[in-house]
């Protein structure tokens, strides 16, 4: 068992550094097309919000839509730092992850005493009270957008990106996940059994805002311009349904629905007014012959790559 752990890290590993030096190779040697490159960006960003999203949602068991609420507030603190304060990139990025942490936590204490559509309609209207407040604030530039310095590139993107699906694994895997995870199956029981299931709720709320505001500031230092639009409900909705496509519950799962969404969006951007039909059209098969997801509850594994030697080695004993 040991042996396969290993052998699967290593893969994981050599994968992750050969995808960042091909692309990075591509960028140095300026042939990947720059809608290409703005694509892969979208893809880390996108990744970042379904895996802190299937935290919430799928981990935990609660229902929250809000997640571009969260994102805006990254985003606009991301930007005020780098834009008013001219402080440094890491700076304004930790501090918009901070700021959605805080607002995550202060709003997770009431509401999460809700339940099912009841928290749902209570973070649905938190995300459109934080984009209608920057929408009428003229410091962040109201409706008309505030513009902000391109300083992320892919390496900044891809890392952060890394770092975020190592840091919300690792949760799921602790004792910390495992509470998160006996809520989700049945919260009477996990009560019953001891554990603070306000705690934890609210635990899982604010690690998942900040990883939310982490991406809403990658967004903010690499498209040049905000708008509070661009943070509607629709964008929630968005999130959602990558975590959906992948499996609730499903780290990796999260991480492929990204993928899969950002890339079948981006493919279909010649196509605006189709765009949505053939996406819905793909969700409608998908919900019909895969209604758990890709994944559903379970984990992409490299082990099987192991199995045939496995098994050799199993019939030689």
Known sequence: MGKRINRQSVLTL???????????????????????????????????LATSLNLINGITGQFSIGHAGFMAIGAYMAAIVVVKLHGPLLLALIAGAVAAAVAGFLIGLPTLRLKGDYLAIATLGFGEIVRIVFLNTPYVGGASGFSVPKTITWTWAFWLTVLSIIIIRNFIKSTHGRACISIRENEIAADVMGINTTKYKIMAFTIGAFFAGLAGGIYANYLYIIQPLTFSFLKSFDILVMVVLGGLGSLTGSVLGAVVMTVVSAALSGWPEWRLVITAILLIVMMIFRPKGLLGTKEFSLSFLGKKGDKNASSKD
Request: hydrophobic share 65%.
């Open 14 to 48: 050599v994968g992750v550094l050969l995808v960042y030096a091909i692309v990075q190779g591509s960028i140095f040697m300026d042939i990947l097309p720059p809608f290409v490159a703005l694509t892969l960006i979208q893809v880390c960003i996108y990744i970042i």
